[in-house]
């Protein structure tokens, strides 16, 4: 399994789990219909658990950029869950680590592509 792999498909996946618990707190606290909150916050949470899954694969170079719209888009979710601004940050700057560290980890192996 490559690193890039490892390490970003574990934030979205972690990150879809976040975004399904924000779901309640949008209804409830927030009091967004249940059906408005499910099917953004459902939408999110399946967008990451898909990118999640492809990341790292052959030919999915796309995944990445994706992944970084992702976090974008978690950020702005703050708007109705004030609390997913410092969340969605939080996994942002995991994401954006995840990338740094996996094409290090990557140009170090001997035998690297340069």
């Known amino acids: 399994m490559t690193p890039v792999r490892q390490l970003c498909g574990t934030v979205l996946i972690m990150e879809a789990i976040v975004i399904g618990l924000a779901i309640p707190v949008a209804i409830v606290g927030e009091h967004l219909r249940p059906g408005v909150a499910g099917g953004l916050g459902g939408g999110l949470a399946a967008c990451a658990v898909v990118l999640g899954g492809l990341v ?59």
């Open 56 to 114: 790292g694969r052959p030919r999915m170079g796309w995944v990445l950029g994706a992944g970084t719209v992702l976090q974008a888009l978690v950020i702005a979710a703050g708007i109705v869950v004030p609390a997913m601004y410092v969340l969605g940050a939080i996994f942002a700057v995991l994401w954006l680590t995840g990338i740094w560290m996996a094409r290090r980890y990557d140009s170090a192996r001997p035998g690297a592509a340069s």
